[in-house]
């Protein structure tokens, strides 16, 4: 019964994304129902529908800008006007790929100011921005969780020998560009200072540190990336998804201010 969230009301930022659509799924299968927030609203309101039919919920979807005080404002009036609002998932995230644009964008002393100043506005002011609103909800209701979705890279530096590309000077080789740890660890430290934030008025906040997942990489990638971590492998999408409902559900009453570290053991060499 611990992990039971029947009558909860749970938001999901980056909700049309490739793990958020599985939280959303995650938390509807045990009884909770998701608000898939997400700048792609067709593919959210998509997603919404089939997490509907298939658990039985009232999920929903709201395309907003989260870097948007404003919205994020409106949305939660709208959203109190059905409720209270229990569960606040940080997920979303812009997480520029390596391959993204010319071959040396990535790298630090090319890394363009615009993409620096949008990473973090997505990835933590957004995150900032939807829990000062619907934490205050939560406070004043008396009960609330708040999961920030961190990542691995969060822990430690990235490997950039999982990106060299052969024949390709050193100076020009593609990096995992600085503003995913730069937002993950910030995540790591929203969650730490709101876990104390609103804890004497029943408001909890952790961070989850997912590894890697398999989303169609290269096979050079992958037989690099799976030398890295004890279990040989990435993990499979719905491998977060029983980690998420321990993380938002009452079984894990017990814990705030941390970080769930789920790797595949990764960070442990």
């Known amino acids: 019964m611990a992990f039971d969230l029947s009558g909860r009301t749970a938001v999901i930022t980056g909700g049309a994304g490739l793990l958020g659509q599985r939280h959303a799924a995650a938390v509807a299968e045990m009884g909770a129902t998701p608000i898939l927030v997400d700048s792609n609203i067709t593919a959210a309101r998509q997603i919404a529908e089939q ?9 929903a979807a709201y395309g907003i ?3 948007d005080s404003q919205q994020v404002d409106e949305l939660a009036a709208e959203l109190r006007a059905r409720g209270n609002v ?11 790929k390596v391959e993204d644009g010319n071959i040396n964008f ?10 620096w100043q949008n990473d973090i506005a997505v990835g933590l002011t957004g995150a900032f921005l939807l829990s000062r609103t619907f934490g205050e909800d939560m406070a004043r209701q008396g009960k609330g969780v708040i999961l920030n979705v961190a990542s691995d890279l969060a822990v430690i530096a990235p490997d950039q020998r999982l990106y060299r590309k052969d024949g390709v000077p050193e100076t020009q080789q593609p990096v995992k560009p600085v503003t995913y740890s730069v937002v993950k660890a910030g995540l790591i430290g929203l969650t730490r200072y709101l876990s104390t934030y609103w804890i004497n008025r029943g408001v909890r906040c952790n961070a989850i540190s997912p590894g890697g997942v398999y989303a169609g990489q290269d096979e050079v990638f992958l037989s690099r990336i799976e030398q890295l971590i004890p279990l040989g492998r990435m993990a499979h ?8 409902v321990f993380l938002v559900s009452d079984a894990s009453s017990y814990m705030n201010g941390a970080n769930l570290i789920v790797d595949g053991g990764r960070t442990s060499w």
């Open 86 to 96: 229990d569960i606040l998932i940080n997920n979303a995230a812009r997480n520029p």
């Open 106 to 115: 990535s790298r630090l002393e090319n890394f363009p100011l615009s993409e």
């Open 237 to 244: 999408r719905d491998e977060y998804k029983a980690a998420i």
């Open 65 to 67: 800008d989260i870097t």
């Open 51 to 59: 997490i509907a039919a298939r658990y039985g919920v009232a999920a």
